[in-house]
């Protein structure tokens, strides 16, 4: 494809918040293509402004979200896009990442809870990848 001018692609830009991933879709091309097009026309600006007014539309509905009901949606903009804003998402990995049968009977038997799993594995998965790097480097850990 052809590159944009810079006119289109200003207004490509606005149409879509400045959501890189979505500016390549639209032009079929990569979103590293989209990044060299917006440093060689000097847009990059253009697009954190984009970015910065999908955020301040996102806390605005915050506000009124009780009103308008768009509470949801607002926290989905806002975790994705405003994280450099402070605007984060605590996961809970052990509901995050349901525990198979088998795994929850191994953990019993070897009495760890599910809240444990992190301390327990932190030190083997160490050991695993010391064991990996020392295996892809012909030596032993």
Avoid: C
């Avoid at 390549?24 to 060299?36: G, L, P, V």
Wanted: proline content about 3%; overall charge negative; aromatic content about 4%.
């Amino acid at each position: 494809m052809a590159v944009p001018g810079k006119a289109e692609l200003r207004k490509a830009i606005q149409a879509t918040g400045g959501v890189v991933s979505d500016l390549a879709k639209h032009y079929s091309a990569s979103r590293q293509t989209i990044y060299n097009w917006l440093d060689a026309k000097d847009l990059r600006d253009e697009l954190n402004a984009a970015r910065q007014n999908l955020i301040d539309v996102a806390q605005d509905n915050i506000y009124g979200a009780l009103m308008d009901g768009d509470l949801d949606i607002s926290k989905f903009v806002l975790e994705r896009k405003g994280r450099q804003f402070g605007w984060t998402r605590q996961i809970d990995v052990g509901q995050a990442v349901p525990l198979s049968n088998e795994l929850k009977s191994l953990l019993d038997e070897m009495g760890i809870t599910p809240e444990q799993i992190g301390t327990e594995l932190l030190p083997v998965l160490r050991e695993l990848k010391a064991l990996q790097e020392a295996e892809a480097h012909g030596g032993s850990a």
